[in-house]
C-alpha cells in the first residue's frame, strides 16, 4: 500500500522508524558493546557507550572458563538433527493433509497445535524418569528427538500451508507422467516446495536453538546446548556484565547472524505460511 | 482429487506423525495422572500408595494457586495486548517509505532471535539491576530514586521481557499483512472523503484481522509455557507475585520435591489449557481457513 | 493403439452422483470432444478415463484391457491439464523429458525425442526457458509436447483453452487439430465451449447432469439433436424455443428454429425489433414477434435494420425441429 510521498515527509517516516528500531534492538546492540569492554568500564557510571577501550578479553575467557564450543556444538547438532528429522516425518504428513484432504483433516491439525500447548512442566517428571530408564538423559540423541516432537505440529502446520498453495494439477500430471508416488514428491513437490521449506528449516532451527525449557531440565553436561550455558550465568556471576555480555552475544550470535542473512525466507517462515 | 490408492498412502504416511505425537502426549500424560494420585515425594522416599484427591486438594488449594492462575492469564493477555498494539503500530511505521528499510526491518526482527535466558539476563542485570543497570543509571541522571523494577514490580518486568522477545513476531506478520492490501481500496476510500482514523479502522484493522488472529493463536500458545524468563529474573518472586502456574509446578518439583503434587499440578494445567485451547480454537479457528 | 471402452461407470462422492452410468465406446484414432455445462461431470468423466479419481463401480477398458484398478502411470494415457501443471522449477526440456525420465529411458534417447517434440511444436527456441518464462500458447505447446513424447495410446485433454485469449484459443485450436491428423491417436477433449466441440470433433458427447445426452458426429448433432438440451447447447447464436398455440400447430409441445433458419423480410411472423448487432458479415436481429415471444434472427450482413423497426419472419419449415412435452424429439 506504498504511496508517493515527499521527501520531507520520507524523512521523518525515515527518522521515526530508525528511532523505533534502534529502541527496539538497543539491548542487544548494548549487549554486544559491553562485551567488548572491560570489566570496570561494563558498570562504569555513567554508562560509557563508544569510548572504551574495546577488548576481547570477554570472550577469550568465557571459552576459557566455560567451554564454549562445547555448548555451541550441541546446539548445533540438536536444532538442526531435530528439524531436519521433523522435516522427514512431517513431509510425508503435510502431503497427505495438502492432497488427499479428509473431513477430519482441518480438526487433525488443530489437535497437532493443541499438543503444543501441554505445559511442558506438568509433564518434566514423567519425560525425566521415562529418559533415565531408556538411559537417554543429558544425551543429544535424547534432546533431538524431543525437540523434534515439540516442533513437529508447527513443522506440519507450516508444510502444510505451503504445500497447499501448489496445484493438485501438477502433482496430477506427474502422475500421468507415470511418477509412483515416491517419486511425485521428490522430483515434484519438495523441489517446488523449497522456499517453504527453507522458511520452515530456518524458523524450526531458531525454535529449537533457542527452546529452553527441556534443553536446560533434561541435560547437565554432555548433552547441553547454550540454553544451558546461558543459565549458568543466572547468578551470581551475572554480575560480571562483559563476560555476561560476551556470553549472551556468543550464545544468540549465530542464530542472529543466520536470522539477518535469511530475512526474506524467515519473514516467509514466521507468518505461518497464514498471511499472504 | 483422490483414488483409494492415494488415500491409503495418505494413511500410510500420516501415520507416523500421528502416532509420534499421540505417544508424546499420551504417555506422560497417562504417567502424570498417575503420579497425580500418588504419594510422591523425593524427601520422603518411604510414603507412598494412594493419596486419592489429596495432591489435588493440596495443590489447588494452596494460596498460591489463585494467583498462579490470574498471574498466567495476566502475563499471556498483558503480552498479546502489548505486541498486537505496539505491532500495528510500528508495522503502519516501518511499511511507509523510508530510507534503509532493510536494516530498519532487520533491526525490529532481532529479539526473535534471542534465547529466553539470554533475553532474560540482559534485562535483568543490565536494565532492571537498580546499582547497575541502564535503567537505575537514567534514574539517577533525572534525579529520581532507584526502582527495583524486578522486586517492586516483578510481573511487569517479566510482561515487558516477554513482549520485548514477541513484538518482532507480531510486526512481521501485521506487516506482512499490511503490504497485502491494495493501495487502490485506501485509495478509494481517500476518494470517499474518510479521514485516516477512518481509513484505520474501516479498511486498515479488517484488513489485518486474519493476521491478528494468527498471532494471538501462535503466542498463546508459546506464552502459556513461559518459563526460562521466570527462572531466570524473579524465580517466582518475590513471594509469589510472578509465580505463574506453569512456574507454580516447577517450585513443587524444585524446593518441595513433591512429584506428586507437582503431577496433580501438571493434570490441572494440562485441563486448564485445552480450556483455552478449545475456547481459542473455536474463536480464531475458523478466522484461519489453513 | 488407443480404443477406450467404458462400461456402466459410475463415480459418487457420497451421496453425489456425480456419474450415474456411464456406456460409451471410443474408437481408436477418433478425436471425441465431451461438451456440456460446467458441473455436467465431463471433467469427471475425464478424469475417470485418466485414473486419478476411482470409479465408484462399472469397468474402463483400454485396448481391450481392464484399466479399472490400474494407477494412472500405468494406463497408457497422456493428459493436457487446462492449468497446463507444467513444472515450474524445470527447464521446458527438462519438463517434457520428465515422463521418458519417470519411464527410465536414457539421457540419450531422452535428448532425441524431446528434440523431436519440440521441433514439431516449434519449441526449440524456448528449451532452456522455465515456464514462467513462457507465454500462455508456449506453455499450452510444452504441455502437449510432453504428452506426445510419451507417444500414449490416447490423450487426454481437459479444457486446455480456456486460459488463451479469444485469438490464441483459434490458433492453439486449429494447431490440435493438425497434431489429430499428423499422429492419428486416439484423443478425448473436454470443453464447455461447443464451438470447440463442433470444430474439432469426429464425434460428440454431449454431457448433462452426468448423464450422456447424445453422441455423434458435429453434423448429426446440429441436424438431429435428440431433445431440448442438444439442441440448446449444439450451434450458436441458440436455437430459438417456441411453446403453445404455435408449437401445436406443429403437433408439439415445444418447436425449435435456429437463428439462421429464419428468413427476413416477408413470411407471416411479424413483430418489433427490439435490438439489432451488425458483424459485418451477419446480423443479429433479437425480435418481440407477435403472439410467440422473444427470437433471435440471424441474418445477412448488410442490413439496414434497427431498433423499433417492424419486420416479416419467416422460419424454414424444414428446418423447424419438433419436441414432445419430455423434451424429446419427434421424428
Known amino acids: 500500500m506504498s504511496r508517493a510521498i515527499t521527501p520531507q515527509a520520507k524523512a521523518i517516516n525515515t527518522g521515526l522508524a530508525w528511532s523505533v528500531a534502534l529502541l527496539i534492538a538497543f539491548p542487544i546492540l548494548w549487549t554486544v558493546l559491553t562485551s567488548f569492554k572491560p570489566e ?40 538442526i538433527g531435530s528439524t531436519l528429522l521433523g522435516l522427514i516425518i512431517a513431509i510425508p504428513a503435510a502431503w497427505s493433509m495438502a492432497f488427499v484432504p479428509g473431513a477430519r483433516t482441518k480438526d487433525l491439525l488443530m489437535w497437532m497445535l493443541s499438543t503444543k500447548m501441554m505445559p511442558a512442566v506438568g509433564v518434566l517428571v514423567p519425560i525425566y524418569l521415562i529418559f533415565i530408564r531408556l538411559g537417554l538423559l543429558d544425551t543429544r540423541i535424547g534432546l533431538t528427538v524431543v525437540l523434534m516432537l515439540i516442533n513437529l505440529p508447527i513443522i506440519i502446520w507450516m508444510l502444510y500451508t505451503y504445500f497447499k498453495e501448489i496445484p493438485a494439477d501438477i502433482l496430477e500430471a506427474a502422475r500421468m507422467d507415470g511418477a509412483g508416488l515416491r517419486e511425485e514428491i521428490l522430483y515434484v513437490l519438495t523441489p517446488m516446495a523449497v522456499p517453504g521449506i527453507a522458511s520452515t528449516v530456518l524458523l524450526n532451527i531458531i525454535l529449537a536453538w533457542n527452546e529452553s525449557f527441556w534443553t536446560i531440565n533434561l541435560t547437565t553436561v554432555n548433552a547441553a546446548p547454550l540454553t544451558a550455558f546461558i543459565a549458568g550465568f543466572s547468578s551470581p556471576q551475572g554480575l560480571f556484565y562483559a563476560k555476561l555480555s560476551a556470553a549472551s552475544t556468543m550464545a544468540i550470535a549465530p542464530i542472529l547472524i543466520m536470522g539477518w542473512f535469511s530475512q526474506k525466507q524467515l519473514v516467509r517462515g514466521l507468518t505461518f505460511g497464514a498471511v499472504k | 482429487m483422490s483414488t483409494k490408492s492415494s488415500r491409503l498412502a495418505a494413511r500410510l504416511m500420516l501415520s507416523p506423525s500421528v502416532v509420534l505425537l499421540l505417544i508424546w502426549m499420551i504417555v506422560p500424560l497417562v504417567l502424570t495422572l498417575w503420579f497425580s494420585f500418588r504419594r510422591y515425594n523425593l524427601m520422603y522416599p518411604d510414603r507412598q500408595g494412594f493419596n486419592d484427591f489429596g495432591n489435588y486438594t493440596r495443590f489447588v488449594m494452596s494460596s498460591d494457586f489463585g494467583l498462579a492462575v490470574l498471574n498466567t492469564l495476566i502475563l499471556v493477555g498483558a503480552v498479546l495486548v502489548i505486541t498486537v498494539v505496539l505491532g500495528i503500530l510500528i508495522a503502519l511505521l516501518i511499511e511507509r517509505p523510508m530510507w534503509g528499510q532493510g536494516v530498519v526491518r532487520i533491526l ?78 485506501l485509495e478509494a476510500a481517500e476518494m470517499d472523503g474518510a479521514p485516516p482514523v477512518s481509513r484505520f479502522f474501516y479498511i486498515i484493522l479488517p484488513h489485518l484481522a486474519r493476521s491478528i488472529t494468527v498471532v494471538v493463536l501462535i503466542q498463546t500458545i508459546f506464552l502459556l509455557g513461559v518459563f526460562g524468563e521466570i527462572l531466570v529474573t524473579t524465580q517466582g518472586g518475590p513471594g509469589s507475585a510472578s509465580t505463574t502456574l506453569p512456574y507454580l509446578i516447577f517450585k513443587e518439583i524444585s524446593l518441595d520435591k513433591d512429584v506428586g503434587t507437582a503431577a496433580a499440578g501438571g493434570v490441572v494445567a494440562v485441563i486448564l489449557a485445552n480450556i483455552v485451547a478449545i475456547f481459542l480454537m473455536r474463536a480464531v479457528g475458523k478466522n484461519l481457513d489453513a | 493403439m488407443g480404443q477406450i471402452t467404458l462400461k456402466a461407470v459410475r463415480k459418487s462422492f457420497g451421496e453425489v452422483h456425480v456419474i450415474p452410468g456411464v456406456d460409451l465406446e471410443i474408437a481408436d484414432g477418433e478425436f471425441v470432444v465431451f461438451v456440456g455445462p460446467s458441473g455436467c461431470g465431463k471433467s469427471t468423466l475425464l478424469r475417470l478415463i485418466a485414473g486419478l479419481e476411482d470409479t465408484s463401480a462399472g469397468q474402463i477398458m483400454i485396448d481391450g484391457k481392464d484399466a479399472t484398478a490400474l494407477p494412472p502411470a500405468r494406463r497408457g494415457l497422456a493428459m493436457v491439464f487446462q492449468s497446463y501443471a507444467l513444472y515450474p522449477h524445470m527447464t521446458v526440456r527438462k519438463n517434457i523429458a520428465f515422463p521418458l525420465k519417470m519411464a527410465g529411458l536414457s539421457e540419450a534417447e531422452q535428448a532425441k525425442k524431446v528434440d523431436a517434440a519440440a521441433a514439431v511444436l516449434n519449441l526449440t527456441a524456448y528449451l532452456d526457458r522455465r515456464p514462467g518464462q513462457l507465454s500462455g500458447g508456449q506453455r499450452q ?45 486416439t484423443m478425448i477433449y473436454v470443453t464447455h465451449d461447443q464451438v470447440e466441440a463442433m470444430t474439432m470433433a469426429d464425434k460428440i458427447v454431449v454431457l448433462n447432469a452426468g448423464r450422456i445426452e447424445q453422441v455423434g458426429s458435429p453434423l448429426d448433432l446440429y441436424r438431429a439433436p435428440d431433445n431440448l438440451f442438444v439442441a440448446g447447447f449444439i450451434g450458436s447464436p441458440k436455437m430459438n424455443f417456441i411453446e403453445g398455440a404455435e408449437a401445436a400447430r406443429h403437433k408439439a409441445h415445444t418447436i425449435g428454429i435456429r437463428p439462421e433458419h429464419i428468413g427476413v423480410g416477408s413470411g407471416n411472423w411479424e413483430g418489433t425489433v427490439l435490438l439489432s448487432e451488425h458483424l459485418g458479415s451477419d446480423s443479429f436481429i433479437k425480435v418481440d414477434v407477435d403472439g410467440i415471444g422473444i427470437i433471435n434472427v440471424r441474418a445477412g450482413g448488410e442490413l439496414g435494420i434497427h431498433h423499433g423497426n417492424r419486420i416479416r419472419l419467416a422460419p424454414d419449415a424444414d428446418k423447424i425441429h419438433r419436441f414432445d412435452q419430455a423434451g424429446k424429439a419427434i421424428r
Open chain 1, 40 to 79: 570496570p568500564q561494563a558498570v562504569a557510571s555513567p554508562p560509557i557507550f563508544l569510548g572504551f577501550d574495546w577488548t576481547i578479553q570477554n570472550y577469550i575467557d568465557v571459552q576459557d572458563q566455560r567451554a564454549y564450543f562445547r555448548y555451541f556444538v550441541n546446539s548445533v547438532v540438536i536444532s
Open chain 3, 141 to 185: 505447446r510444452v504441455a502437449i509436447g510432453r504428452a506426445i513424447v510419451r507417444e500414449p495410446s490416447a490423450f487426454l485433454f481437459d479444457e486446455p483453452l480456456s486460459n488463451l485469449d479469444a485469438a490464441l484459443r483459434v490458433t492453439m485450436r486449429q494447431e490440435i487439430s493438425e497434431l489429430h491428423q499428423t499422429l492419428k491417436t
Open chain 2, 108 to 185: 525490529v526482527i532481532s529479539p526473535f532471535f534471542i534465547m529466553p535466558p539470554v533475553a532474560a539476563l540482559i534485562w535483568k542485570n543490565m536494565f532492571f539491576n537498580p546499582t547497575n543497570g541502564l535503567f537505575g543509571e537514567a534514574a539517577k541522571y533525572l534525579g529520581l530514586p532507584p526502582f527495583d523494577f524486578l522486586g517492586q514490580a516483578p510481573l511487569a518486568s517479566i510482561i515487558l521481557i516477554v513482549s520485548w522477545q514477541w513484538l518482532p513476531f507480531a510486526t512481521l506478520i501485521l506487516l506482512t499483512a499490511l503490504q497485502s492490501l491494495s493501495g487502490e481500496e
